[in-house]
């Protein structure tokens, strides 16, 4: 039965649509600014008349980024390390967070010391490059997924939620019917932990699609750039291109262009993960609030 509102209630919940309302103003717009500036007249964009929709659409940008051989290439390769990479983060991650939180596992405090202790200090980068390189990883797809297999603040988020969700009694339950503790992790606990493997999901897919950095430095051969290094040297060989031009109407044009491009990159790099959260923000909200609040 729907509870009639007071006249203060009414007032307060006017209050907060109005202010939730001005908060996704704030966040939508400026993606929705560069979903038209993409489609726009480039010169309108750069002059500033393009504000709630897009005006003489051009595909310019588009035109000029997909022109590039190696976009496709690109995005074969980002598929490739964000499915593989997330594959793995999920396997090691689970796994680990879930030996963490049995309260029978000898040591587990000085194991979880380790892991956290590794947030706070790190090698560098020198470091890790040499033990990349010693290990045979170099310019190959293990130094774009192996290095980061593990993040330790999801592994605390997820040994969080098991220590919430999986109750000690369930897996006495389940030894009494002579489960094991690896059918009982496979069987039980998994199909219960929907909503975290959902956080986690999105946490490594969007990192690993978004590597920028590991590859810059592990990578060698254009045929293995993922599309992120793929969209920065078109962007970097196009204005180099325009800042050659002798004319100065030629380089004026082939700036506005450029700009157009920058927009056209951000949604071609951003596209698909876009497309993935739909599908798992139910889940995501409920694990991030169980395995961020509980425990």
Not at 99 to 104: A, G, K, N, V, Y
Not at 275 to 285: A, E, G, M, N, R
Request: hydrophobic share 55%.
């Amino acid at each position: 039965m729907l509870t009639k509102l007071n006249k203060e209630d009414k007032v307060v919940t006017a209050i907060v649509y109005a202010f939730l309302s001005v908060i996704f103003l704030l966040v939508a717009y400026p993606l929705y600014f560069i979903v038209i500036a993409s489609i726009s007249d480039p010169a309108l964009v750069s002059g500033g008349d393009v504000w709630l929709y897009p005006r003489q659409i051009s595909l310019e940008g588009y035109r000029r980024i997909f022109a590039h051989e190696e976009i496709l290439t690109g995005y074969r390769n980002s598929i490739i390390y964000a499915v593989l990479g997330t594959s793995i983060n999920l396997s090691v991650t689970l796994t680990a967070a879930y030996s963490l939180s049995r309260s029978d596992l000898v040591g587990r405090n000085a194991i979880t010391f380790v892991f956290a202790f590794t947030m706070f200090f790190s090698g560098g980068i020198i470091p890790l490059f040499l033990l990349v390189r010693g290990l045979g990883l170099y310019n190959t797809i293990g130094a774009m997924v192996l290095p980061t297999a593990l993040s330790v603040w999801n592994l605390i988020i997820a040994r969080t939620f098991f220590q919430s969700t999986i109750p000690k009694e369930l897996l006495d339950s389940a030894k009494v019917d002579g489960c094991s503790d690896f059918r009982f992790f496979w069987s039980i606990v998994l199909p219960l932990s929907t909503a975290i493997m959902a956080v986690l999901l999105i946490f490594y897919a969007v990192h690993h699609w978004n590597s920028f950095f590991n590859a810059l430095i592990f990578l060698r051969s254009r045929e293995k750039f993922p599309l992120q290094l793929v969209l920065r040297d078109i962007l970097i060989q196009n204005q180099f291109t325009d800042e050659m031009m002798i004319d100065d109407a030629s380089a004026e044009v082939a700036l506005m262009v450029a700009e157009s491009m920058k927009y056209g990159v951000i949604i071609v790099a951003s596209l698909p993960v876009l497309i993935l959260y739909p599908w798992v923000q139910k889940h995501y909200v409920r694990g991030i609030m169980i395995g961020a609040i509980k425990g």
